[in-house]
């Protein structure tokens, strides 16, 4: 069975950093391009970050550039969103997601409705 599982979101300080982690499982992590998405209430979901298979690259929404990293451990089948600098207007549920895409690159962009397989999300929450 298919599942993504995230973890460590929570409430932050505004500057202060998370680091989620998106533990898959049934199926090989370093065969998919992973992806980093988030929904506000109210707003559509977005995405914040996606990378690729070994070397293919990674994209970053204009909003979170410079402040969060993604990577993945492909030995631990586990994705990361290292983020930094945190501001009130990251606060959503984070979800990440992953799809079988051999010849993705840069140029696809990180867009939900390409993505198959999702987690439950993890709520970030930064507030003073």
């Known amino acids: 069975q298919l599942r993504l599982v995230e973890s460590g979101g929570g409430l932050v300080q505004p500057g202060g950093s998370l680091r989620l982690s998106c533990a898959v499982s049934g199926f090989t992590l370093k065969e998919h391009v992973i992806g980093w998405f988030r929904q506000a209430p109210g707003k559509e979901r977005e995405g914040v970050s996606c990378l690729g298979t070994s070397g293919s690259g990674a994209v970053f929404a204009d909003s979170v550039k410079g402040r969060f990293t993604i990577s993945r451990d492909d030995a631990k089948n586990t994705a990361y969103l290292l983020m930094n600098s945190l501001k009130p207007e990251d606060t959503a549920v984070y979800y990440c997601?992953?799809?079988?895409?051999?010849?993705?690159?840069?140029?696809?962009?990180?867009?939900?409705?390409?993505?198959?397989?999702w987690g439950q999300g993890t709520q970030v929450t930064v507030s003073s």
């Open positions: 997601a992953a799809i079988l895409w051999p010849t993705w690159t840069v140029n696809a962009g990180c867009v939900p409705r390409d993505y198959a397989y």
